[in-house]
């Protein structure tokens, strides 16, 4: 295994999950509620009055920012070595996912490690091993 050196930031890796970390405790304290992508978005899909505005917030929040990042630094080209297909099929399987593990990585692996929840902890040793498990296989075993 290599490490491409240009591609390290330790520093902007670290300052990204101290500013998600502070992100989601603030949204907690103040809200009361879980920062959860699948599930502020799921609320939008299925509309329960009064609990619009603050998910419509949130998501335009998330589209947003990399375009205020536009304004003060230009955004990494990144190289996907995948097909269409490929992405489309993950999204799917990342989607179905989130249904049946009641949450997706942000959800469980930040709010709910934070708050020490065992099934939070149980869904997220399962995410990350499976994704240890699909880079072996592909990787090592298909050579993909």
């Given amino acids: 295994m290599t490490i491409d ?11 990204g999950g101290v500013l998600i970390g502070i ?3 603030m949204f907690a304290l ?16 299925k509309p329960v009055r009064g609990d ?12 947003s920012a990399p375009l205020v990042y536009l304004l003060v630094a230009e955004v990494p080209r ?8 490929a992405l489309v099929l993950a999204g799917l399987l990342v989607g179905v996912g989130t249904r049946y593990g ?3 990585t942000s959800g469980h692996g930040v709010c709910g490690l934070s708050r020490l929840s065992p099934r939070s902890l149980a869904a997220t040793a399962a995410f990350m091993g499976a ?9 090592h075993l298909l050579g993909i």
Avoid: K
Avoid at 78 to 85: C, L, R
Avoid at 131 to 139: N, P, Q, Y
């Fill in 30 to 45: 103040l809200n009361g509620r879980i920062a959860g992508i699948s599930g502020v978005l799921g609320g939008l899909l």
């Fill in 102 to 104: 009641s949450g997706c």
């Fill in 78 to 85: 990144p190289q996907i070595d995948a097909s269409y297909a």
């Fill in 131 to 139: 994704g240890f498990l699909t880079v072996f296989v592909t990787r």
């Fill in 5 to 15: 050196w240009n591609a390290f930031t330790p520093w902007s890796s670290l300052a």
């Fill in 52 to 63: 619009m505005a603050w998910r419509v917030a949130f998501v335009l929040g998330l589209l």
């Fill in 23 to 25: 992100a989601a405790a």
